[in-house]
């Protein structure tokens, strides 16, 4: 470093000589700190989580992240763990819904002391819904051709309202995005037919098997033919119109 310039001011400037008013000396050139932290992210159960990129802070003389050779051929990378430290708990896609750290690495840089900060990734929860008939593969065509469920979160309609219409083409459906915590009280999320076709009542048994856990909410309907017989008016039979009973289960006149 070379210093030039130098001079005396003031009133007394005049009782002293300045010696040596140009002179050469050493300095230090430190790096400039730039915080990079991740960005906070929201994901369902099951899923990767995506590097959904960071946030800098700190940047000098109109530089960025996309300045030549800023950071080297250093490459920033992410974990995913249960404490910013890295330490805890990895996640993975059977991790269950809760909040992790998103914690970014691997950059390095000549002129900048890089400082990571963590991000959070969020997991929300799951509710799935199928139906199973146990019909003999709709013998007698009594199953109605569609069901509405709604969604109920610790038996209370959900918020937003979640319905879903299942039917021939899919008995099956999954509602995402769902927030899993009230507090530190895990949500029972369940599900509900909004309406009941006479067809299903008169015709099946229904058996319901539903459960909330840290890894989703299951819902499966077991929708059972009743046993028995019914009549059948006017069945033309060989060329003669006759009454006939058959059976629930069976295509054969009996």
Do not use: M
């Amino acid at each position: 470093v070379t210093v030039t310039g130098l001079a005396l001011t003031g009133e007394k400037k005049d009782n002293y000589d300045l010696t040596n008013p140009d002179f050469t000396t050493t300095g230090d050139i430190t790096k400039k700190d730039l915080t990079v932290t991740a960005n906070d992210h929201t994901i369902d159960y099951g899923e990767e989580p995506d590097n959904d990129g960071v946030t800098y802070n700190g940047f000098v003389n109109g530089e960025d992240e996309n300045t030549s050779n800023i950071f080297g051929e250093s490459t920033l990378t992410y974990a995913y763990n249960k404490q910013a430290d890295g330490l805890g708990a990895p996640y993975t896609t059977s991790s269950p819904v809760d909040k992790y750290y998103i914690i970014p690495s691997g950059l390095t840089s000549n002129n900048y002391n890089i400082i990571f900060q963590p991000g959070t990734l969020t997991v929300k929860q799951v509710a799935t819904i199928s139906v199973d008939w146990d019909d003999n593969n709709n013998v007698g065509g009594l199953r109605p051709g569609s069901l509405t469920f709604k969604l109920l979160a610790n038996d209370s309609d959900a918020e937003p309202e979640r319905t879903v219409t299942l039917n021939e083409g899919n008995w099956s459906a999954t509602v995402k995005g769902l927030t899993a915590y009230n507090g530190t009280e895990l949500i029972d999320y369940t599900w509900s037919l909004v309406s009941t076709p006479e067809t299903l009542s008169n015709n099946y048994d229904s058996d319901e098997n539903q459960s909330t856990t840290e890894t989703g909410a299951t819902a499966t309907f077991t929708l059972t033919r009743k046993t028995g017989s019914l009549t059948v008016k006017n069945t033309v039979v060989s060329d003669l119109t006759t009454d006939a009973t058959v059976d629930r289960d069976r295509k054969s006149v009996v």
